[in-house]
């Protein structure tokens, strides 16, 4: 499956222009194997091409790094670390299929149902805003 997906440097910002409107971009690039250290880059609300040049970087027929973006950007002041995160407008979560009993499709069951199911999802969690997979779980964003 993974190699039917084609990456689209465009699409990957129009979605976080939907999700962040205004705010500033954080975006990393970090390889699933070997030096995985994270190719961190803030970009402002104007500078759309730059940040897809930077997705595009990480995504060609000899570069497939994973990339990530910090959808509350807005409050962040320094290095991402939770110390330097002043307000969170989304609630992010990940959840890993593994984490959970069953084969896979069980699991991706399991999963949906305690994103969607008002009885299953924790009291006070609200339905998702955006959800993806994203090959061995899903993740999840709600404001």
Known sequence: MANKLKPSPSRAIEFLRWLTSNAPMHLESMA???NVKPNAQNFAPQNEVKAMAFVESGNSDNV???????????FLSGKRKKENLSTARF???????????????????????????????????????????????????GS
């Open 91 to 141: 609630l992010h979560v990940d959840l890993d299929f593994k984490d959970y009993p069953g084969e896979e499709t069980e699991q991706k069951d399991i999963v949906l149902s305690v994103l969607h199911d008002e009885k299953k999802r924790p009291k006070g969690i609200p339905l998702p805003t955006a959800m993806w997979f994203t090959g061995g779980g899903a993740r999840r964003f």
């Open 32 to 34: 699933s194997q070997g």
């Open 64 to 74: 497939q790094r994973n990339m990530y973006f910090l959808p509350n950007a807005e």
